[in-house]
C-alpha cells in the first residue's frame, strides 16, 4: 500500500518528479532548523529553565518567575534587550497595534516603508473601519506609506520623499500579507533599516515580523530594529500555544508598550499567566522545526502547482521568509473549490465546506479552509483569501510536512484529475 493509491498516474508522476526535484532544497531548510534549533536550546540553558517555571499564576500576576524567564528566553534569541510574552495579546494584529500604541503619541507620525499594510492594520491606523473607532487616527497620530516601486521593491527614493520631521515611527512588514508582492528578507529588511537610520538616526524602526520568526537564521533584530512583534498561533507558538502574542526590543520601548497593554505603573511586571506557560515555553522550543515543516510544505506546494500551470509565489527554490506561499487562480470557482479541498484533509472538522463570508478587519469576503486544533492558527495548515482578482489564495503553516503534503496532493488531483 502507498501513500498515493488511487491517484491518477499521470498525478503520481508529477509527485515524484516534485520530489527529486526539491530534496537539495529540503536539506537546506533541514540544516536551517538544526541553526535554530540550537539557538532556542542555548537560550534555555542560558536562562536555566526549571520545571518551577512552567507553571503560571493568577490574580494580578505579582511576581510570575515563569512569565519573567519567558520574556529572558524571547529576548535572549531575538537579541534584544527586553520582551514582553503575554496570552493577554490576542493576536499578531495586537501586537502590532499595543507597539504603535505604546511608541506614538498625539501629533506623531507611522511611516509604513514597504507599502500599505494589510487590511486588518488599517483599521488600527484609521484608513479604514469606523469612524470614532478607537484608531489612531482618531488620537490625532497621523500616517503615511511610502509606495514601493514597480517590481514591488522597497523604494529609497519614496522613502526619502515620506520621511518628514514628524516622523517617528518607521514600520517594516515583513510579510506579503494580502498583497501580491513578495516578502521581504532579512537582508532586504537589514538593508532598509541602514537606509532609514542613515536618514534620520532617532527615528524608532518597528518590524511586522508576523509568519517570519525562524524563517530564516537571523532575525530583524540584530541588524538594527528598535522593536519588533507577532502572534503565538504563529511560528514562535510551535503549534502549542493557544494563544498570545510577543513584543521585543529596546528596554525603554518595551517598558512604555507593557504601560499600553496593562496601565501605566503596572507595566509588564502584571498580567497572569494562567496555565498557559508550558504550552508557551514547550511551542517556542520547538517552533524551529515547526516552522521547517512548514516551509518544506511551501516549498512542495509551490513545485507541484506550478506543474499544474499556476502563477505560484514564491517559486519553489526562491529564498523564504515566512511560512507564506500564494497560488493564483484566476478565477473564483477553482480557489474555492481548492480551498475545500484543504478543509476536508485537514485534521479538524474536515466534513465542513468552507463558503465565503464577511469577516472583520477585511473589505472583501474571505474564503477561509482552517482545519486546525487551535482555532485561526497560521502556523497549522491553512489557506485562505479575498474574493478579488486575481483570486490568490495564500497557503501557509503545516504541523508536519506530511500532512501538506497529502492535502496538496489531493487538491490537486479533485481540481485537475477528478471529471464530473
Sequence with gaps: MKWTDGLDNKLITWVKEVDQQIAPK??????QVLFNQKKVLDAFRNEKISEEELNGSTGYGYDDIGRDALDAVYADVFKTEDAMVRPQIISGTHAISTALWGMLRPGDKLLYATGMPYDTVQEVIGITGEPDAGSLKDFQIKFDYAELD???QFSEENVRQKLSDDVKVVAIQRSRGYATRESFTVAQIAKMIRFIKGLKPDVKIFIDNCYGEFSETSEPTEYGADVMAGSLIKNAGGGLAKTGGYIVGKKALIEKIGNRLTTPGSGKDEGATLNTLADMFQGFFQAPNVTGEA????????ALLEKCGLDVSPKWDA???DLIQTVNFGNPESMIKF??????YSPI???VDPVPSEMGGY?????MAAGTFVQGASVEFSADGPLREPYTLYMQGGLTYAHVKIATTEAVSQLFFKTI
Design 26 to 31: 529540503l536539506r537546506e531548510i533541514d540544516e
Design 150 to 152: 514597480s517590481k514591488g
Design 295 to 302: 516551509i518544506k510544505g511551501a516549498i512542495y506546494e509551490s
Design 319 to 321: 529564498p523564504r521568509t
Design 339 to 344: 480551498a475545500e479541498v484543504i478543509q476536508h
Design 349 to 351: 472538522n474536515s466534513y
Design 363 to 367: 473589505d472583501d469576503k474571505i474564503i
